[in-house]
């Protein structure tokens, strides 16, 4: 069974920091890996999502990279604002048949920007 | 603007009461879920729906029953809630883009 881990569970930073999330998975057969942003009380919102056969992936500052072998990816923030602060959720799709091809979430980055 | 709608959004049940959880989405993805968020527990499948007319069980089935209606509505139905079913339920769906989730409904079983 596919488990994902996010570390560290909270960060709080100064704002314009640059920084870096973590995430890691087990079962490096995935189909695609998604990074959310989950505001308080609210939805999920999507971020970056890259595929099994990409490296990474680029959206404003922010910067995903993959790492099938080693079951890792990370989620790069430039320059971090204040309207940054969020859970940030990383979900590994596997690509087994079943639900073990649906989407496994890990337990989330609550990142705090300070002003 | 498209995307996945989710109705209610805010519900409280008594114990042994029905209701369900409407989600539509227009994204004309084949794939949609329902997951429920607990605290420490992040985000589990409760069931999904690769296409329409097909639906399966996902990490946490039991007490819920499912019915994708037509490709743009995937409904879940709590036949006799209890307080554990309290919880926050997202549907989503599935497409090139990745997942699309809506925004949550926050049930309360008293």
């Known amino acids: 069974k596919q488990e994902v881990t996010q570390i560290p569970a909270a960060l709080s930073v100064p704002e314009g920091e640059n920084l870096v999330l973590n995430c890691s998975f087990t079962?490096?057969?995935?189909?695609?890996l998604q990074w959310f942003r989950q505001d308080p009380g609210k939805g999920l919102t999507s971020l970056l999502l890259?595929?099994?056969?990409?490296r990474e992936q680029t959206s404003g500052r922010l910067n995903a990279s993959l790492d099938k072998s080693s079951g890792r990816s990370t989620l790069y923030i430039a320059a971090s604002q204040p309207g940054d602060s969020a859970t940030y959720l990383c979900?590994?799709?596997?690509?087994?048949?079943?639900?073990?091809?649906?989407?496994?979430f890990g337990s989330g980055t609550q990142l705090t920007v300070l002003p | 603007n498209a995307g996945v709608t989710q109705t209610p959004k805010f519900q409280v049940l008594k114990t042994g009461q029905s209701m369900t959880l409407q989600c539509a989405q227009d994204?004309?993805?084949?794939?949609m879920y329902w997951y429920r968020q607990d605290p420490g527990m992040g985000l589990r499948l409760i069931y999904y729906?690769?296409?329409?007319?097909?639906?399966d069980k996902g990490e946490v089935p039991n007490g819920y029953n499912v019915s994708r209606l037509n490709k743009r509505e995937f409904s879940l139905r709590l036949e006799s809630a209890a307080p554990s079913q309290t919880s926050v339920y997202f549907c989503?769906?599935?497409?090139?883009?990745?997942?699309?989730f809506g925004s949550g409904t926050r049930l309360t079983v008293v």
């Open positions: 989503a769906s599935s497409g090139g883009s990745g997942y699309t």
């Open positions: 979900a590994v799709r596997g690509v087994s048949s079943g639900s073990a091809r649906q989407l496994t």
């Open positions: 890259i595929q099994s056969s990409q």
């Open positions: 729906s690769a296409s329409e007319g097909t639906t």
């Open positions: 079962d490096s057969a995935i189909y695609n």
């Open positions: 994204m004309n993805h084949n794939s």
